[in-house]
């Protein structure tokens, strides 16, 4: 059964940087397509980034300049890296990976940026 799992979250002061982990497991086959969403208290699940295994990325306005999506496929684990950080940013964040056509979702990971 094809699991992902997200790590990297926490509690970071504005400006700052973190960079979230989404490992898939249970599957020999590589993600073709790692995205990000995330979602802040009382509000909607947005998207915020996407990437493909060919390498092109597209990201939110919101984050762009800000935040790089990567993907390693040796490791079949897809990043976020975040920085300069705001208030705003404070959010569950959730891995969603398409693998043979499927979709799969992590389980999500809190981010909180503090002042």
């Known amino acids: 059964q094809v699991q992902l799992v997200e790590s990297g979250g926490g509690l970071v002061q504005a400006g700052g940087s973190l960079r979230l982990s989404c490992a898939a497991s249970g599957t020999q086959f590589s993600m073709n397509i790692v995205a990000w969403y995330r979602q802040a208290q009382g509000q909607q699940r947005e998207w915020i980034a996407t990437?493909?295994?060919?390498?092109?990325?597209n990201y939110a306005d919101s984050v762009k300049d800000r935040f790089a999506i990567s993907l390693d496929n040796a490791k079949n684990t897809g990043y976020l890296q975040m920085n300069n950080l705001k208030l705003e940013d404070t959010a569950v964040y959730y891995c969603?990976?398409?693998?043979?056509?499927?979709?799969?979702w992590g389980q999500g990971i809190q981010v909180t940026v503090s002042s």
């Open positions: 990437r493909l295994a060919a390498g092109a990325s």
């Open positions: 969603k990976a398409v693998i043979r056509t499927r979709d799969y």
